[in-house]
């Protein structure tokens, strides 16, 4: 099954993406010329990581019935020193229940792990861009 996303420009470096009924505004800060409207592509795209360990985990913990009170999943992340531009470095920490039994964290550690973004990177999806045909009567 394909999903779709459809982005559109606001204004600026601001854009709307649609997603499923939801509306996400991304923008670049103020100090690189965006109105900081919203967080920028690259921070949508590692928080879509830490929110998918965060749901996987919050799954195992629900599977299991364990509490999932103080679940939290922390991003440090940083773009790579060397061209093409890129994300060069993402560490992903989980922030377990604090009641987590000390048998049950390496099974939490093992799931999250496996989150479906994370597998993404892990496997890379082929991707293709490409520029939408002329429709008829568009000024050349």
Same mark, same amino acid.
């Given at each position: 099954?394909?999903?779709s996303?459809?982005?559109?420009?606001? +204004? =600026?470096?601001?854009?709307?993406?649609?997603?499923? %009924?939801h509306?996400?505004?991304?923008?670049?800060?103020?100090a690189?010329g %965006? =109105?900081?409207?919203?967080? /920028? &592509? /690259? #921070?949508?795209?590692?928080? =879509?990581?830490? /929110?998918?360990?965060?749901?996987y985990?919050? =799954?195992?913990?629900?599977?299991h *019935?364990?509490?999932t009170t103080g679940?939290?999943?922390?991003? *440090?992340?940083?773009f790579?020193?060397?061209? &093409?531009?890129?994300? %060069?470095r993402?560490?992903?920490?989980? *922030?377990?229940p604090? +009641?987590?039994p #000390? $048998?049950?964290?390496? %099974?939490?550690?093992?799931?999250?792990?496996?989150?479906t973004?994370? $597998?993404s990177?892990a496997?890379?999806?082929?991707? /293709?861009i #490409?520029?939408?045909?002329?429709?008829?009567?568009?000024?050349?």
């Amino acid at each position: 099954m394909m999903s779709s996303v459809r982005v559109v420009h606001v +204004s =600026g470096d601001q854009f709307s993406a649609d997603i499923r %009924g939801h509306t996400v505004v991304v923008d670049q800060p103020t100090a690189e010329g %965006g =109105g900081d409207a919203g967080p /920028t &592509p /690259t #921070e949508l795209f590692v928080a =879509g990581l830490a /929110t998918c360990v965060a749901h996987y985990a919050r =799954g195992y913990l629900a599977r299991h *019935d364990l509490d999932t009170t103080g679940l939290a999943v922390a991003v *440090d992340w940083g773009f790579a020193a060397d061209r &093409p531009a890129r994300v %060069g470095r993402i560490d992903v920490r989980i *922030d377990p229940p604090p +009641s987590l039994p #000390e $048998n049950r964290r390496a %099974g939490l550690l093992a799931v999250a792990s496996h989150c479906t973004v994370h $597998n993404s990177l892990a496997q890379p999806p082929s991707v /293709t861009i #490409e520029l939408a045909r002329r429709q008829a009567g568009a000024a050349a």
